[in-house]
């Protein structure tokens, strides 16, 4: 029989002794041994092994991604692969990396050792005619390179004809055929082969059928990992042994799940095998005077800052958009919607760009085997080019620079699929279609119906292909809720805000003050009404003063909560969100007191309610009134963003209500003791709900100014209900130590809200004082 040729072949290489990826001084030297054709009948011809030494030798010895001084050993003699394997070992240096990787057939004797099948190897004389693991492992041991890197692509079981027995030895173990610990000398050696002890090594997607040439499951995956830079997990711009391990193994196992692969690592310290494109782009942070603006509780100031987003957004160096990207996302989701439209506007325009939209690999012959390439270019701001690439076999693809190059390999058939292009802005689908040719005559293309889980298409039979310059999908990374479509395009152009966005802010800033003044005026009126209620008949022919005195604490301070939340409201200089924090505390101290003023005609004492009581109630619910008609009609200036247990303030409110629940709930439950009436008792636990509620929703409010107003003025209707409450359960005979922890409790919680008050405020602005970004343009409500 004729011998297959052997070939060794040089790859390019970054010079010996030169820098690899982790900065390692010493030479990085692979020797590459592929068998796919065999002497002997009984060893099945393998299709991947010369693909597979192509595919690896080649991004090996990139100098850009491996760096290393390759050399291919193909369809050798077994002779002359371990006279190759051997001067790999025996001329290396201390500080060389070394990597060894096999691909072929692997086989057994009876004794259960691994063999690496040569061009001559015979199964009934492996030890003469085939490579020993044993003589490998002593190569390894005898080398004085301190770091050996092992690749077995081999199956056992499947490497045999049909008629040849394979005798139950017991599985080969590849690991316990090259075992840790014999190296000695402080070096490192690792082992990772494709499959495990029975497992088969795959080929493509099928052991034994006849099909295109392309690498195995487990070289494809080494091969892609490496090139894509898809196997930098942690994205440090380099490929360590780890990380490629891990990246293998999922995509092997995605595969084919009954392949297995597995390692056996023995190294001190990290081993980098690549360089890779993906380095991690890490954010800077945005300004100090833009943070601060971005705190102010006007949305106006915000507006402002969110247009100075904007410009870094496009800036190119990339830690400095990618620190603007993430402060325009966090604006999107936890501001108003008048500001998080325009964020959202400015990350819409922000996404990626492709040209083509789509590819289309037309007229490829039947039965071909040649991969076929297209060009996509990525288009947009910097950052939106800093692409990687999803695409699934038959696809790849590669980036370089702002130009991804896909490859497909050709099925046999029709195909129709799709790839994602995705940068820190956004992605974008692109759809991907290839025809057969069949003497000269083009088969149709496949229905975009059957587009695979991409989702580019989901029509049936009948739907037409995707048109080769139809737009692609694009999927941004925020999803914006600006109505108007001229929004996005104008969103990349000018300083000031899109004319659309304009008319939306002026229309809105006439509603809003329109509801301030409405909404104000209604509040102060109910709070005139309710301390002018002490000067009139209270029960019967009593005023307030005389019948109930321990009342007249609790209707000044509703009346002055009232009254200062309608000023707030009225004054055009205080901020809409700060007024609408202190109106929504005093509404819920008034909805409390509004329960207790009930109590005095529901406690059974008979009375009737007099001019006074009436009055009273009135004012109650006037200034409940205001509360609905503010919140109701000034919508999306309040949000919830969430309880942010970082910010001091919040910390020392939630400390507060503890306490103050905690001493409410315990009078709540001596009251349900002693001979008082159920309604008060009942009172008592609505206060302690909503001294649990309150501060919640308080502390959760976007602005925090807005939430610090709430507690706060919810805080002084609370002792100004409690206290007067607390002493005339006293002086009605109840325990007089509830007066006075009942006070505390509450006083605990009026401090504690006012010190949050001022403390949150010093952190919203800084020492660099009051910003004034956003000012110069007078882009919303004032």
Same mark, same amino acid.
Request: with cysteine; aromatic share 6%; charged share 20%.
């Given at each position: ?45 393998? &299709? ?7 595919? +690896? ?22 002779? /002359?692969?371990? $006279? ?30 691994? !063999? ?18 044993? !003589? ?89 990992? +490496? ?126 760009? =492709? ?19 297209? /060009? ?31 490859? !497909?390999?050709? %099925? ?9 292009? %995705? ?21 149709? *293309?496949?229905? $975009? ?13 009948? *739907? ?5 310059? *139809? ?12 109505? /108007? ?27 809003? &003050? ?55 409201? +009225? ?18 101290? $008034? ?19 007099? @001019? ?5 109630? =009135?004012?109650? +619910? ?59 008792? !009942? ?82 602005? @800084?020492?660099?004082?009051?910003? @004034? ?10």
């Amino acid at each position: 029989m004729s011998e297959s040729p052997r070939r060794v072949v040089p790859t390019p290489q970054s010079g010996a002794g030169s820098p690899g990826p982790g900065g390692s001084s010493g030479a990085r030297r692979a020797l590459i041994v592929a068998n796919d054709t065999y002497d002997h009948p009984s060893l099945s011809q393998l &299709r991947a092994p010369e693909a597979d030494a192509r595919a +690896l030798a080649d991004v090996l010895g990139d100098p850009e991604i491996g760096g290393f001084e390759v050399s291919v050993v193909h369809n050798a003699a077994s002779y /002359e692969v371990q $006279t190759h394997i051997e001067d790999l070992f025996a001329d290396s240096r201390p500080e060389d990396l070394v990597l060894l990787h096999f691909s072929g057939h692997g086989l057994k004797n009876d004794a259960g050792e691994l !063999f690496i099948a040569a061009r001559n190897t015979r199964p009934d004389r492996l030890v003469s005619t085939s490579v020993p693991a044993d !003589f490998v492992q002593r190569c390894m041991r005898g080398a004085i390179a301190r770091t050996i890197v092992l690749f077995l692509d081999c199956c056992y079981g499947g490497a045999f004809g049909e008629g040849v027995t394979v005798r139950a030895a017991g599985p080969v173990n590849v690991m316990e055929s090259f075992p840790a610990g014999r190296l000695g000398g402080g070096r490192g050696r690792a082992v990772i082969s494709a499959s495990s002890a029975m497992e088969y090594a795959f080929e493509g997607t099928t052991l034994t059928a006849d099909h295109e040439v392309q690498p195995s499951v487990f070289t494809s995956a080494v091969v892609d990992g +490496l090139r894509s830079g898809d196997a930098d997990r942690d994205e440090d711009g380099l490929v360590s042994l780890g990380e490629l391990y891990e990246y293998v193994f999922d995509r092997v196992r995605e595969q084919n799940p009954r392949q297995t692969p597995g390692r056996d690592v023995e190294m001190s310290g990290e081993v980098y095998l690549a360089r890779s494109r993906r380095k991690r782009i890490r954010p800077l942070p945005i300004p100090d005077r833009i943070a601060d603006a971005l705190r102010e509780p006007d949305p106006t100031y915000r507006r402002g800052a969110v247009l100075e987003l904007r410009d870094r957004l496009g800036h190119p160096d990339l830690g400095v958009a990618l620190g603007a990207l993430e402060a325009l996302q966090e604006v999107v989701r936890s501001d108003i919607r008048l500001v998080a439209d325009d964020a959202a506007a400015f990350l819409a325009a922000a996404a990626p760009g =492709v040209s083509p939209s789509s590819l289309a690999f037309d007229a490829i012959a039947p039965g071909s085997a040649v991969d076929v390439e297209q /060009e996509v270019r990525v288009s947009g701001i910097p950052l939106a080019r800093e692409v990687h690439v999803e695409a699934e076999p038959p696809l790849t693809a590669i980036v370089a620079g702002d130009t991804v190059t896909v490859t !497909f390999a050709p %099925t046999g058939g029709p195909y129709a699929g799709s790839l994602t292009i %995705t940068s820190p802005t956004g992605s974008v689908v692109v759809p991907v279609t290839a025809r057969l040719s069949t003497d000269g005559v083009s088969e149709p *293309s496949p229905a $975009t119906g059957l587009l695979g889980p991409a989702g580019v298409g989901s029509a049936g039979a009948g *739907s037409a292909e995707p048109e080769a310059g *139809s737009p692609p999908a694009t999927v941004p990374t925020p999803e914006p809720h600006v109505e /108007e479509v001229e929004t996005t395009s104008a969103a990349t152009t000018g300083d000031a805000p899109p004319v659309a966005v304009r008319s939306e802010t002026d229309e809105a800033a006439a509603r809003v &003050r329109r509801m301030r003044i409405a909404a104000g005026t209604t509040a102060v009126v109910g709070g005139v009404f309710t301390m002018a209620s002490m000067l009139l008949p209270w029960l019967g022919s009593d005023s307030s003063a005389s019948f109930e005195s321990d009342l007249v604490l609790n209707l000044v301070v509703f009346g002055v909560l009232a009254i200062t939340a309608g000023a707030a409201l +009225l004054a055009v200089a205080s901020p809409v969100a700060l007024a609408l924090g202190l109106l929504a505390g005093t509404a819920v101290a $008034t909805a409390l007191g509004l329960v207790q003023l009930l109590g005095t005609v529901l406690d059974g004492r008979g009375d009737t309610p007099g @001019q006074g009581w009436s009055l009273s109630l =009135v004012g109650h +619910l006037v200034v409940l009134a205001a509360a609905v008609v503010a919140l109701g009609g000034i919508r999306g200036v309040l949000t919830f963003a969430g309880i942010r247990w970082s910010r001091p303030w919040v910390v020392i409110v939630s400390l507060a209500a503890v306490v103050g629940v905690l001493c409410i709930a315990d009078w709540a439950m001596y009251l349900g003791t002693a001979d008082v009436p159920g309604y008060w008792v !009942f009172t008592v636990w609505v206060w302690v709900v909503a001294a649990l509620v309150t501060p919640a929703v308080a502390l959760s409010l976007a602005p925090a100014a807005a939430g610090r107003a709430m507690v706060a003025s919810w805080a002084v209707g609370l002792f100004g209900i409690v206290v007067p409450a607390s002493w005339l359960a006293v002086r009605s005979g109840g325990e007089g130590r509830f007066l006075w922890v009942t006070a505390v409790s509450c006083g605990v919680l009026l401090v504690a809200s006012l010190v949050a008050s001022l403390v949150g405020r010093q952190g919203d602005v @800084q020492s660099s004082g009051e910003t @004034q970004v956003g000012r110069s343009g007078d882009t919303g409500p004032a």
